[in-house]
């Protein structure tokens, strides 16, 4: 790999460590729900391993080296380097990498998949292990990975069969897709749910399905699908072999989480609480997803709450089939001034989605009202933190019984010093600068209310039984014809749509969003003009500064896409360029990209203000249309090619000469030094610790952590 390839994939320097500021807002809990919050907390970060565990093979083993290193100097890092002879800049390499690491959870980044490597040469990181036999004893257990560039698929996450690095199907380097898709459609069969799972081939072709949990054997009463552990398959690409269902995955971490969780019930405020906590503990001791299904419908129910929180195997992005989850969870503290301008969004949202450019019979027959509640983070333990959630993500529950939507404040307000503003032209800037998290707050109530909230799925939801007029199908808007398509028994969104599903899902909640934005009484809600049309006054410029920042984020999100496997490695990144090319087809000359020479230097966006309402929206409602039909009728064949026609990236325009121009402009992705809470025994009494924004408080907090 040549020195300018290599240099997309070297650490920040300096990274961007900003701290979530939490203090204010804990501080005016009561004392009960500071220790809920506190063991809460505890269950999230002690899942941390396997995060690490799900990254890849080396960044357990980097983790227990980068705390092995501070606890052996105490934190004095300059008489480290005299011990270990190297330069200033070196140990500066070394820091920054770690807080990286760190902030990522492991050594691929949260927000592209992309492997990072440190800037400093290797002899750095020996000469600093060798000053400590705990150190050196993790070094060694890296096999060299921390800095290894020899086999580039591997610096992406992806399919074990491309030489993509994957470790949701562990030791199985010839594990196929076939065989992955054929074990998963066994699954669906059964009724076993895969979040919670990983995949591993044997030697003699035989199938273990590793399931996380406390037990290392089945439970008493039997796992979700009984007492039987071992199948043979009768049909299919599969047919003879065998699966064996291995619980204890991530066991020991598995027990503490579930141990902190019965602790969290113990200190609920209300029996909603209780039993959501409780339901979690069980669901993490037996590894069983229907009692974790269970804590989530509790979770729908605690509405308003002063500690929020979600705990659980939640996300699938990362997984190359894009169904087994990655372990995140979070605690966090009610905003409620904030939380008002939510909730009014919440009441106005039955009135908003009529205006989707569809007909009833594609939405729900009644929008089921959610909690929408503003937060600020105390803590989230995952391999990155977004700015906005919608959750549960099981289609069965979202469709009849709701979900709950949440935005995160100090996330989305945290900034970095100096940071810099490639792409927005000069003429922009104040406004942008102006009306960014204001825009950005309205976009992300609308994309987690209206673009997760909204939406019919048409299902066959038992044999012979429709959730709609099977004599009579929906007209499709798309044909004029009535539709041919839905999801079988015991389909859903995620199984038909496989690893189209994640991004798909979230390019068409944008697209809601930047049509729901242009609803002028929706900018009045979050304080901004009076309800009527207005392009030129206070509404119309934060509606601006939204169309301007998504063609933006669709800009830079080209350096999450690797022109070597030709593979986009972030789902909302994919989402965002596919946008860009919505705006730039849309014609009218409503958004152009500006440059000088075939350099592309000085690029930026250009976009007519006086057409979003246009040409803008418009193009927005066209995409946003074809996107939900297809995925209410499961028609993957059409709506899979549409989708991936429109995030394909042309090589030589946009692939190499706008990407690079982008990799020259990047910034580093702000990584966060999050709080640590300790309860006193003998008081009940919870106190909070802040760290320093920088690297060395980064690794001091993890250390203090003790996960």
């Known amino acids: 790999?040549?020195?300018?390839?290599?240099?997309?994939?070297?650490?920040?320097?300096?990274?961007?460590?900003?701290?979530?500021?939490?203090?204010?807002?804990?501080?005016?809990?009561?004392?009960?729900?500071?220790?809920?919050?506190?063991?809460?907390?505890?269950?999230?970060?002690?899942?941390?391993?396997?995060?690490?565990?799900?990254?890849?093979?080396?960044?357990?083993?980097?983790?227990?080296?980068?705390?092995?290193?501070?606890?052996?100097?105490?934190?004095?890092?300059?008489?480290?380097?005299?011990?270990?002879?190297?330069?200033?800049?070196?140990?500066?390499?070394?820091?920054?990498?770690?807080?990286?690491?760190?902030?990522?959870?492991?050594?691929?980044?949260?927000?592209?998949?992309?492997?990072?490597?440190?800037?400093?040469?290797?002899?750095?990181?020996?000469?600093?292990?060798?000053?400590?036999?705990?150190?050196?004893?993790?070094?060694?257990?890296?096999?060299?990975?921390?800095?290894?560039?020899?086999?580039?698929?591997?610096?992406?996450?992806?399919?074990?069969?491309?030489?993509?690095?994957?470790?949701?199907?562990?030791?199985?380097?010839?594990?196929?897709?076939?065989?992955?898709?054929?074990?998963?459609?066994?699954?669906?069969?059964?009724?076993?749910?895969?979040?919670?799972?990983?995949?591993?081939?044997?030697?003699?072709?035989?199938?273990?399905?590793?399931?996380?949990?406390?037990?290392?054997?089945?439970?008493?009463?039997?796992?979700?699908?009984?007492?039987?552990?071992?199948?043979?398959?009768?049909?299919?690409?599969?047919?003879?072999?065998?699966?064996?269902?291995?619980?204890?995955?991530?066991?020991?971490?598995?027990?503490?989480?579930?141990?902190?969780?019965?602790?969290?019930?113990?200190?609920?405020?209300?029996?909603?609480q209780r039993k959501m906590y409780e339901a979690y503990a069980n669901s993490f001791e037996k590894g069983s997803l229907l009692d974790f299904k269970d804590s989530q419908r509790f979770w729908i129910r605690d509405m308003g709450p002063m500690v929020e929180s979600n705990v659980g195997f939640i996300e699938t992005y990362r997984d190359p089939a894009g169904i087994r989850a990655e372990w995140e969870g979070f605690a966090a503290v009610v905003n409620l001034e904030r939380t008002r301008a939510f909730g009014a969004l919440v009441e106005a949202a039955p009135s908003l989605i009529p205006h989707l450019p569809w007909g009833k019979d594609f939405e729900k027959d009644k929008f089921l009202s959610p909690d929408f509640t503003s937060l600020e983070v105390l803590t989230f333990a995952g391999s990155g933190i977004p700015v906005g959630i919608n959750i549960p993500n099981y289609d069965d529950i979202r469709q009849t019984e709701g979900f709950k939507n949440v935005s995160l404040g100090n996330v989305m307000s945290a900034k970095a010093p100096n940071e810099k503003i490639p792409f927005i032209a000069e003429k922009d800037l104040d406004i942008w600068k102006r009306y960014r998290d204001d825009s950005f707050e309205v976009l992300v109530g609308l994309h987690e209310l209206t673009g997760h909230g909204c939406g019919k799925l048409l299902q066959e939801t038992s044999p012979g039984q429709f959730n709609f007029d099977k004599e009579n199908p929906p007209i499709s808007p798309l044909t004029g014809k009535p539709v041919t398509t839905w999801y079988k028994p015991g389909q859903t969104w995620g199984s038909v749509f496989g690893s189209l599903a994640g991004s798909y899902e979230e390019c068409r909640a944008e697209l809601v969003a930047m049509y729901l934005g242009c609803e002028f009484p929706v900018l009045k809600i979050f304080g901004f003009g009076d309800g009527s049309v207005d392009m030129d006054g206070i509404a119309g410029d934060v509606l601006y500064a939204s169309y301007l920042s998504m063609a933006r984020a669709g800009l830079t999100s080209l350096e999450m896409w690797d022109p070597k496997s030709r593979k986009w490695g972030q789902a909302h990144s994919q989402a965002r360029f596919s946008i860009l090319k919505c705006f730039l087809e849309a014609g009218d000359d409503f958004c152009k990209l500006d440059y000088n020479g075939d350099d592309l230097s000085n690029l930026t966006i250009k976009l007519d203000r006086s057409k979003i309402l246009t040409a803008g929206r418009k193009a927005v409602g066209d995409y946003l249309q074809k996107l939900h039909v297809y995925k209410s009728t499961a028609d993957v064949e059409?709506?899979?090619?549409?989708?991936?026609?429109?995030?394909?990236?042309?090589?030589?325009?946009?692939?190499?000469?706008?990407?690079?121009?982008?990799?020259?402009?990047?910034?580093?992705?702000?990584?966060?030094?999050?709080?640590n809470t300790y309860l006193d025994e003998a008081t009940g009494k919870v106190t909070l610790k802040h760290y320093d924004a920088t690297p060395e408080g980064m690794i001091q907090s993890w250390v203090e952590r003790n996960v």
């Not at 220790?35 to 980097?62: L, M, N």
């Not at 690079?660 to 580093?668: A, G, I, M």
Request: net charge negative; glycine share 8%; with cysteine.
């Open 1 to 272: 790999m040549d020195a300018q390839e290599l240099a997309q994939y070297l650490a920040d320097a300096p990274p961007s460590v900003v701290r979530l500021e939490i203090e204010k807002h804990f501080n005016a809990l009561t004392d009960r729900q500071k220790r809920y919050a506190h063991f809460v907390s505890r269950a999230c970060f002690e899942g941390s391993r396997i995060v690490a565990r799900q990254i890849s093979p080396e960044s357990e083993p980097i983790y227990d080296f980068i705390l092995a290193l501070h606890k052996s100097s105490g934190g004095d890092w300059k008489a480290l380097q005299a011990k270990a002879g190297i330069s200033d800049e070196e140990l500066d390499h070394f820091l920054q990498y770690a807080a990286q690491f760190l902030g990522n959870n492991g050594n691929y980044k949260s927000f592209g998949d992309a492997k990072f490597i440190p800037r400093c040469p290797e002899p750095v990181f020996a000469a600093l292990a060798s000053t400590s036999p705990e150190a050196q004893k993790f070094y060694n257990a890296t096999s060299g990975a921390i800095f290894s560039t020899d086999k580039p698929a591997l610096l992406h996450l992806g399919y074990p069969e491309e030489g993509h690095m994957t470790t949701y199907y562990p030791d199985s380097p010839d594990i196929t897709k076939t065989e992955i898709n054929a074990v998963s459609e066994w699954m669906e069969k059964q009724g076993l749910l895969p979040e919670n799972t990983r995949l591993a081939k044997k030697k003699d072709g035989s199938f273990d399905l590793l399931i996380a949990s406390a037990v290392t054997t089945v439970p008493g009463e039997g796992g979700d699908i009984g007492k039987e552990t071992t199948f043979t398959l009768k049909d299919g690409d599969l047919a003879g072999k065998t699966i064996n269902l291995v619980y204890g995955d991530y066991s020991k971490e598995l027990a503490a989480i579930a141990a902190s969780s019965r602790k969290a019930a113990e200190n609920a405020d209300n029996e909603n």
């Open 638 to 675: 059409v709506g899979g090619k549409f989708y991936s026609d429109m995030t394909d990236v042309e090589p030589e325009f946009w692939g190499k000469k706008i990407r690079n121009e982008v990799l020259r402009n990047k910034q580093p992705r702000k990584v966060f030094v999050q709080a």
